[in-house]
């Protein structure tokens, strides 16, 4: 069970007005930090996941546009090792997936549609697998899908165990003490606007992809041990897809070059009831294109719910 610790006051901006911050504490010990925009009781919740080297505010600007908010109550969490959950520990799928069902329950919620976004879209397809009751419906955003991947990652895949040796590496130091002290925040909504104002109006969008796919980048705001890790999760084969039953939407960039989009749908196809919108971007559509990947993921969501609630009501006589 997670308890939670207290409220935090950070509210500087008044884009973060629409929902609040909350610290949870896992049972072990380690910090979950959330936000979470209030929601009406009919409704389930809206569980967002952010990607690799990431954290909460990739979904800032959607959570502050959505046509879901009010109804739904929407929790953004930074993942463990991300943003304020930091955590110089032992990360994977299982860890992941038990905090965020963890979170769920902390916040009464039953169930929720999950959305998750590259790295997020997978932990999202383990927690269906692994806490099938609480997925009622998926949302995957440009999934990243290793197998999938074109470039250095099927030599990455052979690598993988030099990724945990390095980890682990990294991990005992960091019990040593050998870390940094603070790490920089990182608001990705900040970075989104600068992005398309400053790369994207100004027809400059392979700086954009050098910029957002930078190791280097990344790694200034993130504890080198998770990031890793994410490299370590995200090279594990996936999950059986075809055992999962919540039924999901999937949202792929036209203009991709890293991943191989027949491979992708093959795999997408194990699930027994996805569909497929395709967006034009090349891989970081919530940035990209917000308002488009909002308007699929609002009605999908919209939809889900009212079947739902359909299914749930008794029949009239």
């Known amino acids: 069970m997670v308890a939670i610790l207290g409220v935090s006051g950070q509210t500087a901006s008044p884009r973060n007005r629409v929902d609040e911050a909350i610290t949870l504490s896992a049972p072990d010990g380690a910090p979950l930090a959330c936000r979470v925009a209030h929601g009406e009781p009919a409704f389930p919740a809206l569980l967002l996941i952010h990607g690799m080297g990431s954290n909460m505010t990739r979904w800032s600007e959607f959570v502050h546009h959505t046509s879901l908010r009010p109804r739904f109550e929407i929790v953004r969490p930074d993942l463990r090792g991300h943003g304020d959950s930091i955590r110089r520990a032992t990360l994977s799928m299982e860890?992941?997936?038990?905090?965020?069902?963890?979170?769920?329950?902390?916040?009464?919620?039953?169930?929720?549609?999950?959305?998750?976004?590259?790295?997020?879209?997978?932990?999202?397809?383990?927690?269906?697998?692994?806490?099938?009751?609480?997925v009622r419906g998926l949302v995957l955003v440009e999934p990243s899908f290793s197998a999938a991947m074109a470039g250095m990652t099927p030599s990455l895949r052979r690598l993988r165990w030099l990724f945990t040796?390095?980890?682990?590496?990294?991990?005992?130091?960091?019990?040593?003490?050998?870390?940094?002290?603070?790490?920089?925040?990182?608001?990705?909504?900040?970075?989104?606007r600068r992005a398309r104002r400053d790369l994207l109006d100004a027809g400059r969008r392979e700086d954009l992809v050098r910029l957002y796919r930078s190791v280097w980048v990344d790694l200034r705001y993130n504890a080198t041990s998770a990031y890793l890790q994410d490299f370590v999760q995200l090279l594990r084969p996936l999950p059986p897809l075809d055992r999962i039953r919540a039924p999901s939407l999937t949202l792929l960039?036209?203009?991709?070059?890293?991943a191989d989009r027949q491979t992708t749908e093959a795999i997408l196809s194990l699930l027994p009831d996805n569909r497929i919108e395709t967006l034009p971007a090349t891989h970081w559509i919530m940035t990209e294109t917000p308002e488009a990947a909002r308007e699929h993921i609002d009605r999908w969501c919209s939809a889900m719910s009212d079947l739902s609630k359909a299914a749930t009501e008794p029949a009239r006589p």
């Open 95 to 134: 860890v992941w997936c038990a905090d965020l069902a963890a979170v769920l329950a902390a916040r009464g919620q039953r169930h929720a549609l999950v959305v998750g976004h590259s790295l997020g879209a997978v932990v999202a397809l383990w927690l269906a697998l692994l806490y099938p009751a609480r």
């Open 253 to 258: 960039s036209s203009e991709t070059s890293f």
């Open 165 to 192: 040796a390095a980890a682990r590496t990294v991990l005992a130091l960091n019990r040593l003490g050998i870390h940094r002290r603070r790490l920089p925040g990182r608001d990705l909504w900040e970075w989104d």
